[in-house]
């Protein structure tokens, strides 16, 4: 566990971790930059230095060979198929550390609703997983000032003002206490002490002298604000001398499961496993991983949780584009981009191939974005599967009027070095990049936007990071700021979207004519499905894995993607990996 001194917070393009990572890297803090305020461009560092500048706490190192198609997992694996490729992984570090984790308010929402059947409204007392986190921030977080206190506060005096314990708004001593019996474990996600339940108790006694309604208000407010609420727990229940780890007890492997997969405690049945302490046998646990991904619930929260690597989220915070340039982009044309790939993902993740991320032509429109897009022949509020035939839209998700203008930060031109490095980070998984040395403001001439991006590649000092991922942006210069397909430029000029991609490995080095011959490379060979594995696997435990410090637990799981390309039979392998039971010792 580390100590947490304050919030992490989620400033301008904070959303992406991804994004901000190389962001800070190099030298595009400047003008048109979301990141050109003073305190984005701290958690931008900030958040560059926690995902790559950390060094390994293990000293020693394996090599791992996978089998499949003979290829290699690891994020730098090169080959495309044919003859097995070795890389390093190290044996003794798991996937994740033993940690105390603050709940998101996304969690607290949904656990508080599965918990008590009530919607309760909390704000930003805590990093929130719709779309502000990155994998980690709450591993940073903890509740220290009495402002982020008085939240919990008000969210639990909500909670207590609809509740009706035993179906009855006049509760007496026996219904509270049967209703804590049946929801305190769950709640605090282990046992109970009976002094424990006998100090809440004392509490509902004391309201009682004021009334059933206050009494009721003073244990709810007990229970969820207790740090066992609060705070979910990874400390297991010994260490593994051998190893250095310790194994999660069922209880605690039950709440890994549920935020996983819920972003909530567990579910009933879940629970019942952890109680008897059968989950962690791998029938029982397998059986469980099946019951879940079935569930309608599961799989809006894994796809949001999808959705923020792909960095789709960022289509739900306020209207991202400048309305002078782009006066028709309207709220209601972003949100309309932002359902549809939901719609999209929901498809891919259950029905399709990790490969069709990058050789679809399939998007979903309404009428509002289909006119927008000057998309024919869609009609009304519904959403269309549209099948596109030509060149504009066979990129896959990297074609997609939504992914395009996501990942596009700067609000009223194309954003040539965000949209590659977003590209190059989440699916090639690249090393630490070097820190900058300049600002954008030194090296970026007068001229069009394509050209600034230019002078940037050509100057010494910036080409060094910009040559690695500004390739990717200039494959998808034909895209505008909001995904629009464009064969010239805002002056006229046609555009020339060819690049030549250089150090990132043989498998993509050399020239391409456009985002196209990017998405051929990507849906060959299994890097990308590597890559995927190491960000999608940080996503679903709350924890940024460093490309470079990888565990030899997470070679299973790229395997697993890499050969079934299945999302589903990726969450599956994670909970019911014997790593998912343990977590490195404090």
Known sequence: MRPADHLVRSQ?????????????????????????????????????????GRSSKHGNSSTATTGGEGTSAGANAGGQGGAPTTVSCEPDAQLSPSRVLLLSDRQFRNAVRDLFGVDVLLTAAAPDAEGSTWPGALEEASVHTVELAKQYHLAAGQVAGQLEPCGKAAVDAECMRQFLSDTLERAWRRPVEPEELASIMSLFDAGLKVSPKAAVSVAVRAVLESGSFLYRTELGAAARADAGAVTLTPYELAAAIGFTFLDSVPDDELWAKAVDGSLTDPDVLAAEADRLLALPAVRDNLRKKVSSYLGLEELRRAHTKDVLVFPDYSEEVQSGLYEGSQLFLDELLWHGNFSELFTTRRLYANEAVAAFYGIPNVRG????????????????????PAFLAATNLRRNSEDISHRGAFVLNAFLCPPTLPPAHATSDTVLGPGSVQQE??????????????????????????????????????????????????????????????????????????????????RLTSYALDHLLSPEHLPCALTPLQNELATSGSFSELFKALVTSPAFLTREAP
């Open 453 to 534: 991006w230019r002078n940037l590649n050509e100057n010494v000092t910036c080409s060094s990071c910009h040559g690695l991922f500004d390739p990717f942006g200039f494959a998808m210069e034909k895209y505008d700021a909001v995904g629009r397909y464009r064969t010239v430029d805002e002056t006229g000029v046609p555009i020339d979207a060819s690049a030549t991609i250089r150090d990132v490995g043989p498998d993509f080095d050399g020239a391409v004519a456009d985002i196209n011959e990017v998405a051929a490379k990507l849906s060959q060979g299994r890097r990308a499905a590597d890559c995927a594995a190491i």
């Open 381 to 400: 509020a519904a959403y269309a599967a549209l099948d596109f035939d030509g060149d504009e839209r066979r990129a896959g998700l990297l074609s997609q």
């Open 12 to 52: 301008g393009a904070g959303a992406s971790y991804a994004i901000t990572r190389l962001s800070y890297a190099c030298c595009l803090m400047g003008r048109g930059s979301r990141l050109g305020t003073i305190g984005a461009c701290l958690l931008a560092g900030a958040l560059a230095l926690v995902a790559c």
